[in-house]
């Protein structure tokens, strides 16, 4: 039951009340409108506040310019332009079988909007991760606040702007602030709550949408493990994992969190991840106009901690380990020599410190991965089909790419998602659209249906009937 005191006591309640009040209209759009929106949204993104955005999150953690258009605008942009082109056909009515026992009648469903939604974004890539759900939301024809994360300050800003020049705030609106604000918004009763960040956080998000019985999708993370086998393409595995693991300086969900490695290729892959760092980066990443900082002193803090913490446990540093307190800079590194009481291999890393520890048989490596949490992601590099598809079989993860790293995030095709402690639900293209979406059946009598020869009473006539419909129908 609705608390009303609840909302009305809620420093936002005038702004959910807006939304509510205005969501059938909004949901009953067609397709052309919502495209229009989106084609608002994308302007406003590619065109009028491309250089604000990219300024503003060089400003928030010294992300490159390049970069940014790389993961932040061009996914938003690309989720935009496939919705558009497959809208109108998840729009449509799904026609599905009536069975012969429901005769005279036909069925289908409908994706109707789920009404007024809550997305609470994080910081490593904010805009990103802010606007790809919300194309979802409006492609699903819902009203939603925005709530982005109060450590990238300067890109919620313009993110902000962007909202509040394109949409009125009775459709879409952003809030800024910091936990607090997240907390009030927390206690709305939203029909909706799509979150991205830590198991830990996520937690609590799902605790407060029970009291609403709210639905949620939750993209959360966890310790997304590597397999290197002894068959794989070293040269290109270093290659494809050192951008998967150091773009963002390692700050990505998705990002490999540690290597196992065939004890076999282990000196060769270290050797060649050291090489692509230095191609990409530099002889001193701290220095490149390629790489970015850790986004706060308190992160920054927490990853050197995990590195001291690693070498007093007796860890080789391979490469890397530099830090520059005053930037809140790590540079990319590699450490060896791995025992798990280490910190670094309790706790999703989300930073640029890359752990290896070798095994002999795959079976090992199974067994290490299946001890812990699902991942978000599993990666497999191997020339070995057999062997990719028993560690496939044999693991569970919410997303797997093989022979690179990352790239499963960037095909609007796939399902993006974890599973238990890596998350709940599925995010990007048709699978955003479904997740802000209600299934709604619906079955249409035409002509009398044989099952009204069953109804009560319940004559000996009937019960061979029903007997008939059990064996037959």
């Known amino acids: 039951m609705t608390n009303h005191k609840a909302i009305a006591d809620n420093p936002f309640s005038a702004l959910f009340s807006k939304q509510r009040a205005n969501q059938f209209k909004v949901g009953n759009t067609t397709y052309k409108q919502r495209i229009k929106k989106l084609n608002a949204l994308k302007k406003a993104i590619e065109e009028t506040n491309r250089q604000a955005i990219q300024q503003a999150l060089y400003d928030d953690f010294k992300k490159p310019f390049t970069e940014t258009d790389l993961t932040e605008i061009y996914p938003v942009v690309s989720e935009i332009k496939y919705a558009k082109n497959h809208l109108k056909a998840w729009m449509k009515r799904q026609k599905v079988d009536t069975p012969l026992s429901l005769f005279g009648a036909s069925s289908w469903y409908v994706f109707e909007p789920k009404g007024v939604c809550l997305i609470l974004s994080p910081w490593n890539f904010p805009l990103n991760l802010t606007f790809g759900p919300l194309v979802s939301a409006i492609a699903a024809g819902n009203t939603v606040i925005l709530k982005p994360s109060e450590m990238t300050p300067n890109i919620s800003r313009v993110m902000a702007n962007i909202i509040n020049d394109v949409f009125s705030d009775n459709e879409v609106a952003l809030v800024e602030g910091d936990v607090e604000v997240s907390r009030a918004l927390l206690q709305l009763p939203f029909n909706h709550i799509f979150f991205t960040g830590s198991p830990r956080v996520g937690k609590l998000v799902m605790k407060a949408a029970a009291n609403h019985l709210t639905s949620v999708t939750l993209e959360l993370g966890g310790k997304s493990p590597t397999i290197v086998d002894e068959t794989a393409n070293i040269t290109q595995a270093a290659k494809r ?148 598809n028993f560690i496939l079989k044999n693991t569970r993860a919410g997303s797997s790419c093989i022979n690179n790293s990352v790239l499963q995030y960037s095909n609007h095709n796939l399902p993006f998602g974890g599973a238990n402690n890596s998350g709940i639900g599925k995010s990007h293209g048709f699978f955003g659209f479904q997740e802000f979406s209600n299934k709604r059946s619906v079955l249409k009598q035409h002509i009398n249906g044989i099952n009204e020869l069953l109804f009560p009473p319940y004559t000996g006539l009937k019960k061979k009937l029903v007997a008939m419909t059990i064996r037959w129908f």
Request: with cysteine; hydrophobic share 40%; proline share 3%.
């Open 241 to 388: 994992m050192a951008w998967g693991k150091f773009i963002n300086a390692g700050q990505i969900c998705v990002s490999p969190d540690y290597v196992l490695v065939h004890e076999t290729v282990k000196e060769t892959l270290v050797a060649e991840v050291k090489k692509h760092i230095h191609q990409m980066f530099g002889e001193d990443a701290l220095r490149s106009n390629s790489y970015c900082q850790i986004v706060n002193q308190n992160h920054f803090e927490r990853l050197n901690n995990y590195l001291e913490n690693a070498k007093a446990h007796g860890a080789t540093i391979e490469c890397g380990g530099q830090v520059s307190l005053e930037n809140n800079a790590l540079a990319p590194t590699i450490i060896s020599n791995i025992s798990d009481d280490m910190l670094l291999m309790q706790e999703e890393i989300f930073g640029p410190i890359l752990p290896i520890k070798t095994y002999q048989k795959t079976d090992e490596a199974i067994a290490y991965i299946n001890a812990k949490e699902k991942p978000l992601a599993l990666y497999i590099y191997s020339k070995n089909k057999k062997n990719t």
